[in-house]
C-alpha cells in the first residue's frame, strides 16, 4: 500500500531532523490527510513527530486531524496531547486548546511531573 511506503519512509527521514523539517515544510496537504486513518502503534510516534513539525513550520491545520486521532487512539502519549493543544491554539480554537492544555497540567501534576511548559501554564486558564 502507498501510505505505508510513504509512512516507513518518513520514519527514516525523521532520524535526521533537518531533513524532518525539510520534509514538513513540503508535503503536500493531501499527503498528511491520507495519513490520518493509517496512525498505529508501529508508527504513531513517526507521525506525532511530523505533526509536531507541521505546528513549527505554520502548518497547524493540517496537524489537527492527525493529531486528534493520535489522542483518540493513544490517550497515554502526553506529547500528543500538547501538540494537539498547540495545534488547536494555532488554529485559534483557544477555548478547546485551553481546555486541553489544562487536562494535561492536571496529568503531569498527578504523576508528579513539575517540568510544564510555560505555555502550558500561561494558555491552561484562558
Not at 3 to 26: C, F, H, M, P, S
Not at 49 to 59: D, K
Not at 81 to 95: I, P, R, V
Amino acid at each position: 500500500m502507498e501510505v505505508n511506503v510513504e509512512i516507513e519512509a518518513l520514519k527514516k527521514t525523521i532520524k535526521d531532523g533537518t531533513q524532518l523539517t525539510e520534509y514538513a515544510r513540503t508535503v503536500p496537504y493531501y499527503a498528511i490527510a491520507e495519513l490520518v486513518p493509517y496512525v498505529s502503534p508501529d508508527n504513531v510516534e513517526a507521525l506525532n513527530r511530523l505533526a509536531s513539525c507541521l505546528i513549527r513550520n505554520g502548518r497547524a491545520s493540517e496537524a489537527t486531524p492527525l493529531l486528534q486521532n493520535i489522542v483518540a487512539k493513544f490517550q497515554a502519549i502526553p506529547g500528543a496531547k500538547l501538540n494537539l493543544a498547540d495545534a488547536y491554539w494555532e488554529t485559534g480554537h483557544q477555548a478547546i486548546s485551553s481546555r486541553i492544555y489544562l487536562e494535561y497540567y492536571e496529568r503531569a501534576i498527578s504523576q508528579g511531573i513539575h517540568d510544564i511548559p510555560a505555555r502550558v501554564l500561561e494558555r491552561k486558564e484562558n
